[in-house]
């Protein structure tokens, strides 16, 4: 497998884990807390990892474009609206759960930057030394 095929690879796995690891956050913040199939983990590094992941692997699958700063948005409001929507389920709205959510957001959209630029930078090195 070529570089570019890795890329391209990778960017379609994204794009195919997008909407499924989207359900699961959505359904996951929605459930209550008698439900949650995660025992004894911290909340805030829950809401952590799962907007972490969503973020990387937008960006990943927007390959680095400007419209990932418009899909890290969507994710934060969305964060924002799931915590107002999850008082009303049972659970707490918690302002420190969104803190939370952005900071993985950030720190996932960073993480799939760094993964399309390196990737980036490894094509474009492939390419001048293939000439």
């Avoid at 884990?17 to 008698?34: D, S």
């Avoid at 829950?46 to 994710?75: E, N």
Wanted: glycine residues 12%.
């Amino acid at each position: 497998m070529t570089r570019d095929q890795f890329h391209r690879w990778s960017r379609q796995l994204a794009r195919y884990l997008f909407i499924p690891a989207l359900c699961l956050v959505v359904w996951g913040e929605l459930r209550t807390v008698e439900q949650i199939f995660v025992p004894n983990a911290p909340d805030k590094v829950l809401h952590f990892i799962a907007y972490f992941g969503l973020a990387g692997l937008a960006t990943v699958a927007l390959d680095g474009r400007r419209s990932v700063l418009y899909a890290m948005l969507a994710l934060v409001v969305m964060g924002g609206a799931l915590e107002i929507i999850q008082g009303m389920t049972g659970r707490d709205a918690e302002f420190l759960d969104e803190v939370a959510n952005t900071l993985g957001v950030l720190l996932g959209a960073g993480t799939g930057y760094v993964w399309t630029g390196v990737a980036g930078a490894r094509l474009l090195a492939a390419g001048r030394s293939g000439q």
